[in-house]
């Protein structure tokens, strides 16, 4: 006798279920195709259960990313979804000549858009997120001047110049890293504390190049010329005048 249990989760649609995520082949495919629809329509439903099933987050529908698509929608909850999955391009560029990314799309939808609260919810999702690349200049400009053409308010610009800060600090620590493995001919060096003495010196060399040189101190005055000067008061100064009037 088969004691079998049945599945009781009941079908979707009358759409077939799946028990197990297969990706790649007709499965990824279907799958893809109904995560495209889900979005269009906003079924958060759908959009989990297709993901979960191995739908291509990264497709897209009309030349554009679905991520992209999900923020002109303003569909928080779905942006939500599709910026935990770990694959996603948070990047992906519009296939027009344009070359818009999400944050730039949602960044120029502020100034018409009827959604502005969940349009600056987005934004911040965007932000937050490690991945978003903020310096990306596309037709639209970058990040910061779309941000600052449609008004954006002053919290999200501040966001915005944090992201470039850090992005400029993980620069230059690339820059010290990589001067490191020159200077102590470690490919790895263990002890991070031989990055201090070269990232004092470079940041030194820098300041001392922007001002042109050496600092001047007093000892370098007094030594010019291979002679110690003495520096005059003010006192022997004025008698000097009067005795040279007389």
Do not use: C, W
């Not at 992201?163 to 493995?181: D, G």
């Not at 201090?196 to 820098?206: G, N, Y």
């Amino acid at each position: 006798m088969n004691t079998r249990r049945k599945s009781k989760r009941p079908r979707k649609h009358g759409r077939k279920t799946r028990s197990r995520r297969q990706k790649g082949g007709d499965n990824e495919e279907y799958y893809t195709e109904e995560l495209v629809e889900a979005i269009e329509v906003g079924d958060i439903d759908n959009v989990i259960s297709t993901l979960e099933q191995g739908a291509d987050v990264n497709t897209r529908t009309q030349d554009t990313p679905i991520l992209l698509r999900s923020v002109l929608h303003g569909d928080v909850e779905i942006v939500k979804i599709l910026l935990k999955q770990p694959d996603i391009d948070v990047n992906a560029q519009q296939g027009d000549n344009t070359g818009a990314t999400a944050l730039i799309k949602a960044l120029r939808s502020l100034k018409y858009s009827q959604r502005y609260e969940k349009t600056i919810e987005i934004i911040k999702l965007l932000l937050k997120d490690k991945r978003t690349d903020v310096s990306i200049d596309t037709v639209y400009s970058t990040a910061f001047k779309a941000a600052m053409h449609n008004k954006a308010p002053q919290e999200i610009i501040d966001l915005i110049r944090e992201r470039e800060e850090r992005k400029k600090n993980i620069a230059m620590a690339r820059l010290v890293t990589e001067k490191a493995k020159i200077d102590t001919g470690k490919e790895n060096p263990e002890d991070e504390r031989d990055l201090v003495p070269v990232a004092k010196r470079d940041v030194a060399t820098l300041i001392s190049k922007f001002f042109g040189g050496k600092r001047k101190t007093r000892k370098n005055h007094r030594n010019l010329g291979g002679k110690k000067t003495k520096r005059k008061s003010k006192k022997s100064k004025r008698k000097n005048r009067k005795t040279r009037k007389k």
